[in-house]
């Protein structure tokens, strides 16, 4: 069974940054997209970042605007999310993903339950 927890959100003041964490189990991520997701209330989920497991490339970064940086530890079997100068508008649900093949896609296979980010003063 592939399992995806993801911890590391919370409140935090504009300009502040936060790191997520995801651990995967049941699935070795080795060769496999792994991807984190958005989405705010009212609004549809939105890609942020991935990487592709074929060529190790990073997707969707017009998303995070330099601001966000997505790194995964084979080893660990563990993805992040480093997420610097966060806005009022990056408040949302984040989830991550990864698939079972190395493209990255909307709609990777394996999802977490999401963690909460909200940035406020």
């Known amino acids: 069974q592939v399992q995806l927890v993801e911890s590391g959100g919370g409140l935090v003041q504009p300009g502040g940054s936060l790191r997520l964490s995801c651990k995967v189990s049941?699935?070795?991520?080795?060769?496999?997209?792994v991807g984190w997701f958005r989405q705010a209330p009212g609004k549809e989920r939105e890609a942020v970042l991935c990487?592709?497991?074929?060529?190790?490339?990073?997707y969707w970064e017009h998303s995070a605007k330099g601001r966000f940086t997505i790194t995964r530890d084979n080893a660990e079997n563990t993805v992040y999310l480093q997420m610097n100068t966060l806005k009022h508008e990056d408040t949302a649900i984040y989830y991550c993903a990864v698939d079972f093949y190395t493209a990255c896609k909307d709609d990777l296979g394996y999802w977490g339950q999401g963690t909460q980010v909200t940035v406020s003063p």
């Open positions: 049941g699935i070795r991520l080795d060769y496999r997209a």
């Open positions: 990487i592709n497991g074929r060529d190790e490339r990073t």
